[in-house]
């Protein structure tokens, strides 16, 4: 049976997820397809139904729909559950609709094992509250991290989405603050950049943290830019000269995606062969 998936998103005149998830079907020799689905939000709830009616296995879900495409869901995973919000979509045999979120494992796979030991118990600062600073923060749980910051340029529109995660971990501590103030990093182990700034054809010669902050930052510490195109944003080149370390934003795009990918076919596929269909992608622009 051919293995039928897709994405909706908008807008989405380029995905890196279909040049990854079909190098995964190669390699494991599976029949499959993978389709671009540009789906504006006043037509999500009519492109929801024509999925139902076709023979789909599973999609991913990108902005804007991660957290509209819940209303539709049958079940979620207890990520999905917990930060309301789901990338991924898999097609049950009765049509019925299960959602996950793979984001949080795959932010949490562009760590080593070391770094994920040595952040326990420590504290990170995240730029920016959106859908994938969520995710982050949701992921920086999970590895035991004890205290979150995060830097907002709008602190009041910020304090539902944190009231929210102080509900469900209440063993972490979480702060919101002004971007515009973030000043000293001496006291984080690692921060992380979910704001766009940075991203190729938005703000590619901009940094969201200036150099004289970054360098307030302890030997050892980590930048960890969620960006991955360009795969080394302004931020992390500045963190590389002052030798901090550094994780760019392409292991947690190819995780997510092999999550992903093992939840609709069951099949654990290879997240090398998957990063290297990334990179030669990204290689193009
Ligand atoms: P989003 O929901 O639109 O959130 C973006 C956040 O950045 C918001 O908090 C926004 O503030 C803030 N922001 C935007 N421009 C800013 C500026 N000039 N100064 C300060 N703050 C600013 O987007 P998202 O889905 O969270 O995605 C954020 C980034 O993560 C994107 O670059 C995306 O490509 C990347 N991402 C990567 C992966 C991966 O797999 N590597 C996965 C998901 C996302 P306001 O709330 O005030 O607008």
New binding site residues.
């Given amino acids: 049976m051919t293995i039928k998936l897709g994405i909706i998103g908008y807008p989405l005149s380029h995905s890196l997820s279909k040049v990854m998830q079909e190098a995964a079907l190669k390699d494991l020799g599976l029949e499959g397809t993978y389709e671009i689905m540009e789906v504006e939000p006043e037509d999500l709830i009519d492109k929801i139904k024509e999925i139902k009616c076709q023979n789909f296995t599973g999609f991913n879900v990108t902005?804007p729909h991660?957290v509209p495409v819940t209303v539709f869901l049958d079940e979620v995973d207890p990520l999905a559950d917990i930060s309301g919000s789901a990338n991924t979509v898999k097609i049950l045999p009765d049509r019925s609709f299960k959602g996950y979120n793979t984001?949080i494992y795959?932010f949490t796979q562009g760590f080593s094992e070391k770094q994920k030991n040595r952040l326990k118990g420590k504290k990170a600062a995240i730029?920016?509250?959106?859908?994938?600073?969520r995710?982050v923060a949701i992921g920086l749980n999970v590895i035991g991290v004890k205290e979150i910051d995060f830097y907002?340029?709008?602190v009041i529109?910020?304090s539902s989405m944190v009231n929210f995660l102080r509900e469900n971990f209440p063993q972490t501590v979480f702060g919101v603050k002004q971007?515009q103030s973030l000043s000293n990093l001496s006291d984080v182990s690692v921060l992380i950049n979910?704001?766009?700034?940075g991203?190729r054809g938005q703000?590619m010669d901009l940094s969201?943290v200036e150099e004289k902050v970054l360098k307030t930052m302890r030997v050892g510490s980590i930048v960890y830019d969620?960006?991955?195109n360009p795969r080394t944003t302004k931020l992390l080149e500045t963190a590389k000269k002052l030798d901090l370390e550094t994780i760019d934003?392409?292991d947690?795009?190819v995780h997510?995606g092999a999550k992903a990918f093992e939840i609709w076919t069951g099949e654990k596929p290879d997240a090398a062969i998957m990063k290297m269909a990334l990179l030669d992608s990204l290689a193009k622009w």
Avoid at 127 to 133: C, H, I, N, V, W
Avoid at 194 to 197: D, N, Y
């Fill in positions: 902005i991660k984001d795959g730029l920016g509250t959106g859908g994938a600073a995710a907002s340029r709008n529109n910020a971007i979910a704001t766009p700034i991203m703000s969201p969620i960006i991955y934003g392409t947690m795009l997510q």
